[in-house]
Antibody
């Protein structure tokens, strides 16, 4: 059974960089069958797709966040990571990592992490 | 890219059927058969229930069904049960550079 687990600081200061890691177990991030995404959900609001990375290292980002987002892959640790720079209070949200498969990506998200709340505050 | 439009809340009695709508445009819902539905209980991660408009994920009750007409997709829950009380989100692939758009979410009360 595939499991995803987010980790990282729960509190980030304004203008700093948010960094989260997703550890995948029960499956490999280095397979060509899946894309690995980050999705966030501000308190009381809808879900927002942030971006994905493929095993080849190719990425695709939501244009609304593209200038501030980097998603990377660490195959040796079976992890992928999110960096979001210059954060503001508007970036306060529960951040989820998720797996998607099927083309075109991200067509569906079949496995999700439990989510981690990141608060942006001084 | 705007979020897909869903009713804020839908309610029903145990055993009844309810339908949640998800309205988009010809660039997303209407243009592709790549609509998914997710169930989210409070404090939990979303769970994929329906994908590609009407395919049920393994293990999901056949009380859940999906359909689409034009720019509007629908999720129907028949034989409503207490454990179906949750938030439901639709999602669609989109031809815009956003690639993926979620719905505004619907709170189902049983």
């Amino acid at each position: 059974q595939v499991q995803l687990q987010e980790s990282g600081p729960g509190l980030v200061k304004p203008s700093e960089t948010l960094s989260l890691t997703c550890t995948v177990s029960g499956g490999s991030v280095s397979t060509d069958r899946y894309w690995w995404s980050w999705i966030r959900q501000p308190p009381g609001r809808e879900l927002e797709w942030i971006g994905y990375i493929y095993y080849s290292g190719s990425t695709n980002y939501n244009p609304s966040l593209k200038s501030r987002v980097t998603i990377s892959l660490d195959m040796s640790k079976n992890q992928f990571s999110l960096r979001l720079s210059s954060v503001t209070a508007a970036d306060t949200a529960v951040y989820y990592c998720a797996r998607s498969h099927g083309s075109p990506p991200p067509r569906l998200f079949d496995y999700w992490g439990q989510g981690t709340l990141v608060t942006v505050s001084s | 890219q705007s979020a897909l439009t869903q009713p804020a809340s839908v309610s029903g009695s145990p055993g009844q059927s309810i339908t949640i709508s998800c309205t988009g445009t010809s660039s997303d819902v209407g243009g592709y058969n790549y609509v998914s539905w997710y169930q989210q209980h409070p404090g939990k991660a979303p769970k994929l229930m329906i994908y590609d408009v009407s395919s049920r994920t393994s293990g999901v009750s056949n009380n859940f069904s999906g359909s689409k007409s034009g720019n509007t997709a629908s999720l129907t829950i028949s034989g409503l049960q207490a454990e179906d009380e949750a938030d439901y989100y639709c999602s669609s692939y989109t031809s815009s550079s956003t690639l993926c758009v979620f719905g505004t979410g619907t709170k189902v009360t049983v």
